[in-house]
């Protein structure tokens, strides 16, 4: 274990001290014995959403173009699931959606704050940074405050704290990584990391085409593939953050609000409980150190914080080990829209 990762592990080594010893090489099927249940319990997980108010809200082209019941629904239905396991989740919200919907728009974010969560910026319109220059990134970050920031005044907060940016992309330069985390702490944000990734968008977009088609043996299958991708994917980065770390540091969820969670949010909370997960909030799951060390590693891309480690701590790590979401998933949501 390198220097920084020895930096790292302290401060945790009593709530991790189990998954200290033997797991040195990755398993996908995480710890077993004894170790898995001293593992479990000490493990917690920050659920955030993407793209508040609405996924498709905007997009002329989704296969249901959601009405305004629609989308208050699809958010009443993750915020009664959220409720109902006393979970503190973050929204990300894109200020172009909220000002297409209207008044809607910030009745929703009401609805997010009088259930006591939080909101963070997700810039004003979802453009990529990897487009952009310093300047229009700043642009998009100081626009996307519009309708976050009189709401949390009102609450707690005096302005959101947390920032994602579409795609995780956080600098596909040195230079301008460099840039983009003193940009952020300028304007007083941390950068939201992410851990756990499902393809949430891609199960959606077929889940969408099935509701369109009135198919419902395929929707409930879409759902089943969904819940099992899930399961298996908050099990495969737990065993890729010990691996490179030598220990689990907070999980942290990435989901978007869309359809398809609106109707399955009870259950994947209830998979992250069986598998021995307490749920925290985003602030808390990034005061960890492992959230602590910046990142070095610029990428084009938008990998979860595990595979940013293993390059960032020169670990090796089998990437193919990752199971995609299914091809007759991908391939149908990509077809041809259904004739209704």
């Given at each position: ?6 930096t ?17 090489l ?51 239905d ?50 990529d ?17 519009r309708?976050i ?11 959101p ?18 840039a983009?985390t ?34 419902t ?12 991708h ?15 770390l030598?220990?689990e ?8 609000v869309n359809s ?21 909030t985003?602030e ?19 990998p ?37």
């Amino acid at each position: 274990m390198t220097q920084i990762r020895k930096t790292i592990a302290q401060g945790r080594l009593a709530a991790v001290a189990a998954t200290l010893i033997g797991l040195a090489l990755f398993s996908p099927c995480g710890p077993v014995g004894p170790q898995a249940a001293e593992s479990n319990a000490a493990r917690t997980v920050a659920i955030t959403f993407d793209d508040l108010p609405h996924v498709n809200a905007a997009d002329p082209e989704a296969p249901l173009p959601p009405t305004l019941h629609a989308v208050r629904q699809v958010n009443r239905d993750i915020l009664g699931a959220l409720k109902s396991h006393a979970v503190p989740a973050t929204g990300f919200v894109v200020e172009k959606r909220v000002e297409q919907l209207g008044p809607v728009g910030k009745d929703i974010l009401k609805d997010w704050i009088d259930a006591g969560l939080d909101l963070g910026n997700h810039t004003y319109s979802h453009a990529d940074s990897n487009a952009l220059d310093i300047n229009a990134i700043e642009k998009e970050i100081v626009d996307g405050e519009r309708s976050i920031s009189p709401f949390l005044f009102r609450s707690a907060a005096s302005k959101p704290r947390f920032l994602r940016l579409p795609y995780n992309h956080v600098g596909n330069t040195p230079e301008k990584q460099q840039a983009i985390t003193t940009l952020a702490a300028g304007h007083g944000y941390t950068l939201a990391a992410s851990t756990i990734d499902t393809s949430d968008y891609l199960f959606d977009r077929a889940y969408e085409k099935a509701l369109a088609a009135r198919d419902t043996a395929k929707v409930e299958r879409i759902v089943a593939a969904y819940l099992d991708h899930t399961r298996e994917q908050i099990t495969y980065y737990a065993g890729l953050n010990r691996q490179v770390l030598g220990y689990e540091p907070p999980a942290i969820m990435l989901l978007h609000v869309n359809s398809l969670n609106a109707v399955t949010l009870d259950r994947i909370l209830t998979l992250f409980e069986e598998a021995g997960y307490r749920f925290i909030t985003l602030e808390t799951a990034q005061a960890d150190p492992a959230y602590q060390q910046p990142l070095t590693i610029a990428t084009k891309f938008g990998p979860m914080w595990g595979y940013r480690w293993a390059r960032q701590y020169n670990v090796k790590v089998n990437g193919s080990a990752e199971k995609e979401p299914p091809d007759w998933v991908v391939k149908y949501g990509e077809s041809i829209q259904p004739d209704l």
